[in-house]
T-cell receptor, first 114, second 113 residues
Framework: NAGVTQTPKFQVLKTGQSMTLQCAQD?????MSWYRQDPGMGLRLIHY???????DQGEVPNGYNVSRSTTEDFPLRLLSAAPSQTSVYFC?????????????FGPGTRLTVL | RKEVEQDPGPFNVPEGATVAFNCTYS??????FFWYRQDCRKEPKLLMS???SGNEDGRFTAQLNRASQYISLLIRDSKLSDSATYLC??????????????FGQGTILTVHP
């Protein structure tokens, strides 16, 4: 099992550009989520999904879109990048039963917006 | 007030020391509690769950005080390899059946020879 994979590992964007961060898991987990991690802020939930076709907003959803067309994939789209979106982005997955307690994280994408 | 609050540290301790981290949470309806560990520039990983009766895993002991809304992690006989950031995590059901995790900002631990 590859677990949770994320691409790219690093990305530099200019203000206003759009891009998609990819996330995939091969553990057949229903629950998938996206977090951003900023110094002194901890991980903050952006969007999450409890299954294919179902997504919902987290704590900081503005400027981001998600979709879940398959159980395996949960891409995060930045619509028009802003310097405030410079961060480390983590995708995570877990079984749904019992709640998203042990989340398995991908290695992260380090994004810089100039 | 932050939903989950930790002392960010850093804690600098010698090998063999005992160190304790504290965490408070604001939502009295929170259902589940965890400690995650994050190594530098890596992803977080589950260290241990925290049960109401307290639980131990080797050198690590976690305790929960629901009345005071307080979680703790005790590390005995610290090793160099314990150097990491320790994240306090709370599962808030938020009216759903599956909940969502809220992370504290983390406590940095450095163990030195």
């Amino acid at each position: 099992n590859a677990g949770v994979t994320q691409t790219p590992k690093f990305q530099v964007l200019k203000t206003g550009q759009s891009m998609t961060l990819q996330c995939a898991q091969d553990m057949n987990h229903e629950y998938m989520s996206w977090y951003r991690q900023d110094p002194g802020m901890g991980l903050r939930l952006i969007h999450y999904s409890v299954g294919a076709g179902i997504t919902d907003q987290g704590e900081v959803p503005n400027g981001y879109n998600v979709s879940r067309s398959t159980t395996e994939d949960f891409p995060l789209r930045l619509l028009s990048a802003a310097p405030s979106q410079t961060s480390v982005y983590f995708c995570a997955s877990s079984p749904l039963a019992g709640g998203p307690n042990e989340q398995f994280f991908g290695p992260g994408t380090r994004l810089t917006v100039l | 007030r932050k939903e989950v609050e930790q002392d960010p540290g850093p804690f600098n301790v010698p090998e063999g020391a005992t160190v304790a981290f504290n965490c408070t949470y604001s939502n009295s309806a929170s259902q589940s509690f965890f400690w995650y560990r994050q190594d530098c520039r890596k992803e977080p990983k589950l260290l241990m769950s925290v049960y109401s009766s307290g639980n131990e895993d080797g050198r690590f002991t976690a305790q929960l005080n629901r009345a005071s809304q307080y979680i703790s992690l005790l590390i005995r006989d610290s090793k160099l390899s314990d150097s990491a950031t320790y994240l306090c995590v709370v599962n808030d059901a938020g009216g759903t059946s599956y909940g969502k995790l809220t992370f504290g900002q983390g406590t940095i631990l450095t163990v030195h020879p």
